[in-house]
């Protein structure tokens, strides 16, 4: 059975960082055609931040790019979201998400299958 858990949500002020995990189950993260995290704010819709293919090889939407980091531990079966530099309006849930059913195209949208339950991330002013 596919299971994705992430932790490491919090409260953290402007300027701070934040790492968050994903750890999978049912599957393994190399054997995925992606692994992505994605955030929705209160009232909007979820948004994709990046993408990580089965090689390693990560992709980042505009809004992100220079300030998050994806990796993955193929050891662990964990997914990792690095965000330095947060913001207040970076506040929102996160989640992790994979594709195994093989329709990513490459980009910095990873197209789910399946999603975690998502965790909490507050930034303060």
């Known amino acids: 059975q596919v299971k994705l858990t992430e932790s490491g949500g919090g409260s953290v002020p402007a300027g701070g960082s934040l790492r968050l995990s994903c750890a999978a189950s049912g599957f393994t993260g190399s054997s995925s055609s992606c692994m992505g995290w994605f955030r929705q704010k209160n009232g909007k819709p979820r948004e994709g931040l990046g993408a990580?293919?089965?090689?390693?090889?990560?992709r980042y939407s505009d809004s992100v790019q220079g300030r998050f980091t994806i990796s993955r531990d193929d050891a662990k079966n964990t997914l990792y979201l690095e965000m330095i530099d947060l913001k207040p309006e970076d506040t929102a849930v996160y989640y992790c998400?994979?594709?195994?059913?093989?329709?990513?195209?490459?980009?910095?949208?990873?197209?789910?299958?399946?999603w975690g339950q998502g965790t909490w991330v507050t930034v303060s002013a």
């Open positions: 998400a994979a594709d195994l059913s093989g329709q990513y195209g490459g980009s910095w949208h990873c197209p789910p299958d399946y």
């Open positions: 990580i293919d089965r090689l390693g090889r990560t």
